[in-house]
């Protein structure tokens, strides 16, 4: 699962190949079984992903363990430029859409906390937690494998899973379990930051899908 936003009047620096739209729908959808046909795919690919190199306002994509921590960041820094129903709206993939009015503000807003110093001090105060979330659940990883080694012996199921744990085995599963940190499954990164403020900086208003 992940995030897919669409800049609504996105601004064009570079035109898309004109052959590209001969392998699309009217929706701009690829034309799969035309593009192995032709043999064309990997040049599909080449040509639509210079594109969105060259219009960063087109399309900006994070799978939900990226994106969560880059939503929570536009919050913080983004709040007073957004409405509470445009801060609800990255908790969800409906297709509502960030008015082009907000996204200019959005994009003022975050190109100035690059510039001060703020995204580069958010990304610290983050990782550190991150960091310790991270080895917490290693430690956590270990203790696992070593109860099901305990199991194995105890069984002389070499293929076992938690799910088959019994008693006091599956007890102290769960209490690992209990104690698993979820915050180191979500990464903060300063390169996705700036991805994403160049993608609201030239799209003209976007689309949450």
Known sequence: MGFDLYGEKPKNNAPM???VSEYQDKEGWAKWDKLEEDDKKKEYFEATGDHEKMNPGTYFRNNVWWWRPLWN???EVCGKDMTKRDLAAGDY??????KESTAMKMAVTLSTAEHDGILKSYVKAYNKHFDEARATNKKLDRL????????IKATG???TYPNKYKGEHKKRF??????E??????PFHIDNAIAFRRFVEESGGFRIC
Do not use: A, C
């Open 181 to 186: 940190n979820w915050g180191g499954h979500y």
């Open 17 to 19: 190949p004109k052959w």
């Open 73 to 75: 960041y536009v919050i």
């Open 174 to 179: 769960e209490k690992l379990s209990e104690q």
């Open 93 to 98: 993939n409906d297709g509502y859409v960030i």
């Open 157 to 159: 199921d070499k293929d």
């Open 144 to 151: 696992k494998e070593e109860l099901k080694q305990e199991v």
